[in-house]
């Protein structure tokens, strides 16, 4: 514990049990859901602070678009096609390596969460996908565990703190799952500070939580827009929906729903498709694909992913058989060249 009067003295000179909290959060578990804008600067407050294990996940590859909001990432990363879990990995162990980090370069879904987020003490939302928030909220009443939603979009942000059987969940705040929620940043962009402001308020709910500091937790939504100088709060008073199928009732529809083969998914905006087999135990040899594709294309491999450059397509491979295809939005045409260089 003589560690603490260095690395962490400021931090524990603030805690309101000094290095009783430092030691409680000392060995907690958090896992964060999205590692782009907001789950890089998530990241970056609970290694620094000193947290015991942090699971990332994501599914995706640093952009050259994302160096502008992605605090954790660089120039290389994105010229060298990174999992943006491995990126951010890299650097998060450079700046406390007593902190373990897991990383899951997975595309999170029904069939997964469970696994990943068991154990945790606390789940962080990182995404930009509502589905995958209702997804969070569902596996977070079925095992207790408290999450922290957080949205960004142009220079407006939202954050809230959902507590199973303390708060309403997500499903009370948003009652209508399957319908639109507004503007995307691939629609109208986002300002790389709200960001930040989002996140510092969302690592700021988690240390209250993670050291036990329940009384200074906040009790409602809040909304700013930090363009217009804008702030409100929506308290959480009357919020809880005693019919709300997931809190209430205990109907996991995200977690239950039913899939195919292979999950399809449209990345908005991105004139790309993924799809990912359902079937746990599908491993791809690189070395294998590597022979059958350097035949009809260009072909880069890495540690992480096999890439091909075939017909007008970048094509993307992971080791569990994901396929991104970007170059395209059409569905059809993906799933033919999924079963063209796949074969499955």
Request: charged share 25%.
């Amino acid at each position: 514990m003589d560690n603490f009067s260095n690395k962490y003295s400021r931090q524990v000179l603030f805690w309101p049990d000094g290095k009783f909290s430092q030691e409680s959060l000392s060995k907690k578990i958090v896992t964060i859901i999205g590692m782009g804008a907001l789950g890089t600067a998530l990241s970056n407050h609970l290694v620094r602070a000193g947290i015991a294990e942090l699971r990332i996940v994501d599914r995706d590859i640093v952009e050259e678009s994302n160096l502008q909001r992605q605090m954790l990432f660089d120039e290389k990363d994105a010229r060298d096609h990174i999992p943006k879990v491995i990126a951010a990995k890299q650097k998060l162990n450079s700046i406390n390596s007593a902190v373990k980090i897991i990383d899951f370069l997975e595309d999170v879904n029904a069939t997964n969460i469970e696994s990943i987020v068991t154990g945790s003490d606390l789940i962080l939302d990182g995404t930009d996908n509502m589905k995958i928030r209702f997804l969070i909220n569902d596996i977070s009443i079925k095992l207790g565990i408290p999450w922290i939603y957080g949205g960004v979009v142009h220079s407006r942000g939202m954050t809230t703190t959902i507590i199973p059987n303390k708060t309403p969940c997500f499903r009370c705040l948003f009652p209508n799952a399957e319908a639109g929620h507004g503007d995307t940043c691939d629609t109208v962009g986002v300002l790389s500070t709200v960001v930040h402001v989002i996140a510092s308020y969302q690592a700021t709910e988690a240390f209250k939580l993670l050291i036990g500091d329940d009384y200074s937790l906040r009790h409602e939504m809040i909304q700013l827009d930090v363009w217009k100088n804008d702030f409100d709060e929506f308290p959480f008073q009357n919020s809880l929906n005693k019919a709300c199928p997931c809190c209430q009732k205990r109907n996991f529809d995200f977690l239950e729903s039913s899939t195919s083969s292979s999950l399809i998914t449209s990345m908005c905006g991105r004139n790309s498709i993924q799809i990912t087999p359902m079937n746990s135990f599908t491993k791809i040899n690189f070395d294998d694909f590597y022979k059958k594709w350097e035949k009809i294309g260009e072909v880069k491999k890495t540690a992480y992913l096999l890439r091909l450059k075939y017909e007008e397509y970048d094509i993307s491979i992971f080791k569990n058989g994901r396929l991104l295809v970007q170059g395209t939005s059409d569905i059809t045409t993906a799933k033919r060249l999924y079963s063209t260089l796949v074969g499955e």
